[in-house]
């Protein structure tokens, strides 16, 4: 546990009454050039005699973040006047609000009494009165109890009055709360961070050229029905899915049956397919992404909820435990289904015995931490390079059911390992000879419309697993 | 002693206490507090004796407590004093 008043500069009684005297300076001085407005001004209720340090301070920012949203979301308008964040007296900031005074401390108290942690919140709301006085509302008179004492729960005037509980003992219950929404601030954090990646991994994918069998900003011609802008689309429409996903990988618990949160994002998969099909008009841009990053981004999550490191062993074993039951239940089932309803690879496991993407997936995607993720981090170069050559490594160690499909035949597999190896030994991207390979290459699929399509979801998901690396290696060397 | 000119310290913020001095025979505080029935005396003896050291003997007090301590009751009436006296800004601490 912490000690939220471990540091910081002590404040005597005559520093805390100059400040307040200063803020009601401020407040006055608001109201005058804004008289027909509301004044919020927001402070901390802290004991004892550190009032301010950067957890402190962060604490109260991150918060107000919070209190900010809940302003937009409840149709206020308002704008952010004036603040003392680092001040030794304890962080302040006032806003300007366009709203009655009654709605807004409705709004100011509402927000101080939805989480445990935000009653250390102390949001005046102030207004003038008719004979241009300053006045504040209080939560008596919009019909609200006065606010409770953090420990006993007795109206907090008395407790605060009677000093009926030790300065000590208020420090550490404050230091809890302020633990637990520290924690949840950090989750958020890790969240965005793995949200952003996810996308930049989505959209860089699409935006890598030149790419045999898949759309590019340049060539689609093997896939003649979309193009770049529709995989954008696409991409920006499964940012609230991963974010589920991410969600679901942070609250997994060490007794938690990663069976059950396959089942919970897979459920979050079928929405996520539902709105990427109509962002697209009904082309399957993403499917396997769905799937393979959401599962991989779940994955993450589970692997730096309680630790900054990006482990790789860490993160296959998650997906090999989420997916545990996935290959033989599915494939179990398909021998029953009517043929016409299988996909693509459940087609090849009946005619080939091929596990396909199912079957890598289930594995703990070997040729994406194999191949993909240490090709993708070494390769010097720019970003195209890095994305095209993990590509085509990814491509050389990938029996593709959509190519596979596209093809028709299983010897397709050698042709194309003979091509990419050509491509490598011309001296890949960063070469003239190389490039030329790739141009040529990336012609014959189109001709011969083959597709790399299952290749391309594994290009995802190691951009994904790279950029997060690098995110989570760069954040540690702060 | 009485007082030389009108004086104000303090705000109306929640904890704090904001008093007037104005000319008076005696010390006649007028207090407005929400914990007065509790604290009502208790409040009046600090300010008196923070007054009384200052050999404040005749003043009016008007004081509008809103929840305020003793220490801030006590750091605010020496404000008071100090500006109706005509001394120094800065509470005096020396004289207490």
């Known amino acids: ?478 | 002693m009485g007082i030389k000119e009108t004086a104000l310290a303090g705000t109306l913020e929640s904890s704090d206490i904001q008093i007037t001095l104005s000319e008076g025979s005696g010390i006649d505080i007028d207090l407005d507090s929400s914990v007065e029935a509790l604290y009502g005396d208790q409040i009046k003896k600090v300010i008196t004796d923070t007054l009384n050291k200052y050999g404040i003997t005749d003043a009016k007090v008007k004081a509008v407590d809103k929840g305020a301590l003793d220490c801030v009751v006590k750091a605010r009436t020496m404000a008071v004093a100090q500006r109706a006296l005509g001394t120094t800004e800065e509470p005096n601490w020396e004289v207490l």
Request: aromatic share 8%; hydrophobic share 40%; glycine share 6%.
């Open chain 1, 1 to 478: 546990m912490i000690n939220l008043f471990d540091t910081g500069v002590t404040q005597d009684i005559p520093a805390v009454l100059a400040n307040r005297d200063k803020r009601v300076f401020v407040q006055n001085k608001l109201l005058s050039q804004y008289p027909s407005e509301i004044v919020i001004g927001a402070k901390l209720n802290t004991p004892g005699p550190i009032k301010n340090n950067s957890i402190i301070e962060d604490f109260f920012t991150k918060q107000l973040e919070e209190f900010e949203n809940l302003l937009l979301e409840e149709g206020v308008v308002f704008f952010k006047n004036s603040e003392w964040l680092d001040a030794a007296t304890g962080p302040e900031r006032f806003y300007v609000v366009e709203e009655t005074a009654e709605n807004v401390k409705k709004i100011t108290t509402e927000f101080e009494e939805s989480k445990n942690y935000r009653l250390l919140f102390d949001l005046d709301v102030l207004f003038l009165t008719d004979d241009e006085e300053m006045q504040s509302i209080s939560r008596t008179e919009i019909g609200y109890s006065a606010r409770t004492c953090l420990i006993c729960g007795r109206p907090a005037k008395d407790c605060g009055r009677s000093r009926r509980h030790s300065v000590e003992e208020l420090q550490a219950k404050v230091s809890e709360l302020v633990e637990s929404s520290l924690k949840l601030t950090d989750n958020k954090q890790k969240v965005q961070m793995l949200v952003n990646n996810a996308l930049r991994a989505l959209t860089y994918e699409v935006t890598a050229w030149p790419k045999p069998g898949l759309v590019d900003p340049v060539e689609r011609e093997a896939h003649p029905d979309m193009d770049i802008f529709m995989f954008l689309d696409s991409s920006l429409s499964l940012q609230n899915y991963l974010r589920k996903c991410a969600w679901a990988g942070l609250n997994c618990q060490t007794n938690t049956d990663y069976r059950d949160i396959f089942r919970e994002i897979r459920e979050f998969g079928k929405l996520a397919e539902a709105d990427m099909f109509s962002s697209t008009n009904g082309i399957n841009t993403h499917k396997g992404a769905v799937f393979s990053l959401g599962v991989l981004v779940t994955a993450v999550a589970i692997n730096i909820k309680d630790d900054e490191q990006f482990d790789e062993e860490v993160i296959q074993v998650a997906v090999k435990k989420m997916l545990r039951e996935l290959v033989k239940n599915d494939y179990s089932k398909i021998k029953s289904e009517d043929e016409s309803k299988l996909t693509a690879g459940e087609k090849q496991f009946l005619k080939y015995g091929t596990k396909g993407i199912r079957g890598e997936a289930a594995d703990g995607y070997p040729v994406v931490f194999k191949y993909g993720l240490p090709i993708f981090m070494e390769t010097n170069g720019n970003m195209n390079q890095r994305l095209i050559t993990a590509l085509m490594n990814l491509a050389l160690h990938t029996e593709d059911s959509t190519l596979i499909k596209r093809a028709g035949t299983l010897d397709i597999i050698e042709w194309k390992n003979q091509r990419i190896n050509e491509f490598f030994a011309a001296g890949g991207i960063s070469t003239d000879a190389g490039n030329k390979v790739l141009n040529d290459i990336q012609t014959e699929f189109s001709d011969r419309h083959l597709s790399l399509g299952g290749t391309a979801d594994l290009l995802i998901v190691t951009a994904f697993l790279g950029l997060t690396k690098e995110a989570l290696n760069n954040g540690n060397n702060d």
